[in-house]
């Protein structure tokens, strides 16, 4: 993709942490426009930011307790940005009246920066602009950035690899726990949060995880993952939450030479790789693989198979397509 000037120009902004830049810049991303890897050297070194990923069922009260955490993290005097993937988060903008009351906690403020995502146009579905506006959010200089998901297919698992800290909100609701657990929520939490602290069954529903967690260790190396109880209504518990956050995002900065770390870089890395050659691979193959392959593509006898080994071969192909 070729680089213009604007684009410079608006990475420029961006990184000075101007919000109608950021903005534009992940419109751009949304419309397929902006191709972060081409834009990477404009963008440079990278702030220190910390991902914090909260996913649950539809209703556990995510945006709520993120409503509660912007508040604390602000009090701690950070930026604060949220990127919110579900059409029915009152962080769209367009929501019902309620939910636009309880952004308002947050509207004027100038160092809380919320954003909905949505995927028209773009390749690579929403968890890759997930991913891409998070950075450009980090470059921009938040320190915090919330990633709001509603938990409930594969595709939302992706959270994992994108957040640095998932928080996976469970309500004491008949079913959310056996529906959390099939959707292999219960493997990506680093902390779990029981949200909807007045209602019955939520200290059951406490009881329940820390038994599952002490039963069958994560996989998270010696991080003990914590069960916190909180009522998103009144922010009782949500102070402490953010202090839990605050121990994992410690207990990561002091264990990145750990396997767990290394892992989540590369199965990024894995990602972007994959990414950038499917895209070359498109551009490349079609015109070469026409040119060069015509009459074994045209001849039925000779299988798929062995002209993908031919082609794995062809040096002057593969020369192309890693140009
Ligand atoms: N009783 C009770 N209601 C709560 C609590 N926290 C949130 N709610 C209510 O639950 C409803 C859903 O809250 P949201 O914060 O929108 O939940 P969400 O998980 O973001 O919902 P989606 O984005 O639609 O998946 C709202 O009516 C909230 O007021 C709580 O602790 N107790
Ligand atoms: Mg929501």
Redesign the pocket.
Same mark, same amino acid.
């Given at each position: 993709m070729e680089i213009k000037d604007d684009t410079k120009n608006l990475i420029s902004r961006l990184k000075q942490g101007n919000t109608s830049a950021l903005a534009r810049a992940i419109t751009l991303l949304e419309e397929g426009e902006l191709d972060i890897p081409s834009v990477d050297h404009l963008i440079g070194k990278i702030n220190k930011s910390v991902k914090i990923g909260v996913t +649950? #069922?539809? +209703?556990?009260?995510? *945006?709520? @307790?993120?409503?509660w955490l912007i508040k604390h993290m602000r009090s701690a005097g950070e930026l604060v940005g949220v990127l919110?993937t &579900?059409p *029915? *988060? #009152?962080f769209t903008g367009g929501a019902i009246l +309620? &939910?636009r009351i309880?952004m308002q906690h947050h509207f004027l403020d100038d160092k809380v920066f919320i954003r909905s995502l949505g995927s028209r146009g773009a390749q690579g579905g929403i968890s890759r602009i997930t991913r891409d506006a998070s950075h450009l959010m980090q470059a921009a200089g938040y320190r915090f950035i919330i990633l709001?998901t $509603?938990g409930v297919g594969q595709t939302e698992l992706d959270i994992m690899n994108i957040a640095d800290t998932v928080l996976v $909100?469970l $309500?004491p609701e008949s079913g959310d726990f056996i529906q959390a657990m099939k959707a292999g929520l219960m493997e990506i939490a680093d902390i779990f949060v029981v949200?909807? *602290? &007045?209602?019955e069954g939520s200290k059951q529903l406490v009881n329940a995880i820390n038994f599952l967690t002490e039963t069958f260790p994560s996989e998270h190396g010696t991080w003990q993952t914590p069960v916190m109880l909180?009522? +998103? @209504?009144?922010g009782t518990g949500t102070p402490e939450l953010f202090q839990t956050i605050q121990k994992h995002i410690e207990f990561m900065e002091s264990h990145r030479e750990t396997d767990l770390f290394l892992r989540k870089r590369m199965h990024g890395l894995k990602q972007l790789i994959v990414e950038q050659l499917s895209v070359r691979v498109d551009s490349v193959i079609n015109e070469a693989v026409t040119d060069n392959y015509r009459e074994e593509l045209s001849d039925p006898s000779v299988s798929l198979y062995t002209i993908l080994n031919r082609i794995l071969r062809d040096k002057d192909l593969i020369k192309k397509i890693l140009k």
């Open positions: +649950g #069922p539809p +209703g556990a009260g995510k *945006s709520s @307790l993120i409503d919110a &579900d *029915s *988060s #009152p +309620g &939910d309880r709001e $509603v $909100v $309500v949200n909807k *602290s &007045d209602r909180t009522n +998103g @209504l009144d």
